[in-house]
């Protein structure tokens, strides 16, 4: 499913240089439940930035679903990451000004389902998460945990093959 062999990813920002990921390889099977750890500063979101195409990396090669990733147009990454990876963001990433239901329903808009059909998928979703109740707030008025559950469904909603588990616990 994920296939990553001798990945290389340095920050550079004008003289200076970090290189962060020194040759990382993982293969990760599909139903398989991986959690990475490392210390802050590690290197952990660098790699999740880049198995989620949200990021390039530098040197090596990395395959998802048996496609190889590298070079990709922002629009060609962003079909692969609707159809193919669920993500959630540490920091949520809901757009502020669409309510819980419509944050979630978001990736099935992309996908061309219509505003009735995804707004009663994301509901479901929803109600699976204990928010039923919060489809039609907006994220300012929500607790951080209650956000981080909307970005989980929104994560789920496509029912993608790689689905990101990173659940930091929120108080
Ligand atoms: P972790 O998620 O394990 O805490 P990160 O992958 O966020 O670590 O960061 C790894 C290192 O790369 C850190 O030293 C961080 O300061 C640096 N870093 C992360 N993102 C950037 C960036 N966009 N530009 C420059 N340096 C970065
Ligand atoms: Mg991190």
Redesign the pocket.
Known sequence: MINIKSIHKS???GQNS?H??KGIDLKIEAGEMIS?M????????????ILGIL?NYDDGVYQLDGKKIQHLNERKAAQLRNKTLGFVF?SFNLVSFKNAMENVALPLYYQKVSRRKRNKIAVEYLDKLGLKEWAHHLPSELSGGQKQRVAIARALITKPKVRDTKCEKVA
């Open positions: 920050y550079t920002n970090l962060v990921l990475i490392g210390p802050s500063g590690s290197g952990k979101s660098t790699l999740l930035n990021d540490q």
